[in-house]
Nanobody, 114 residues
Framework: QVQLVESGGGLVQPGGSLRLSCAAS????????MAWYRQAPGKQRELVAA???????NYADSVKGRFTISRDNAKNTVYLQMNSLKPEDTAVYYC????????WGQGTQVTVSS
């Protein structure tokens, strides 16, 4: 069983930045594909960014050039650096880890508002 714990959400003004962190339990974190998803009220959960065990990344078109996903295998942690935030980025952000089975964190709220 893998546990994922997100942190770093909050309220930020448009144009601001936040960094989300997701700490994972277990000894094989380095083998997981890690991802960030988000879900806005009334909308389906969507993939924001993912990073493979080899470090390859992909992003949703809506966040390309603004968000960066990274991982630190020594710390069992994946990050999402979010810059130039927009009101439409407001959502609950979830961390996901996958190697065969898929694991989810509890989510962290990000609100972009003036």
């Amino acid at each position: 069983q893998v546990q994922l714990v997100e942190s770093g959400g909050g309220l930020v003004q448009p144009g601001g930045s936040l960094r989300l962190s997701c700490a994972a339990s277990g000894s094989i974190f380095r083998l997981y594909t890690m991802a960030w998803y988000r879900q806005a009220p009334g909308k389906q959960r969507e993939l924001v960014a993912a990073i493979t065990s080899g470090g390859s990344t992909n992003y949703a078109d809506s966040v390309k050039g603004r968000f960066t996903i990274s991982r630190d295998n020594a710390k069992n942690t994946v990050y999402l650096q979010m810059n130039s935030l927009k009101p439409e980025d407001t959502a609950v952000y979830y961390c996901n880890g996958r190697i065969g089975s898929s694991y989810w964190g509890q989510g962290t709220q990000v609100t972009v508002s003036s």
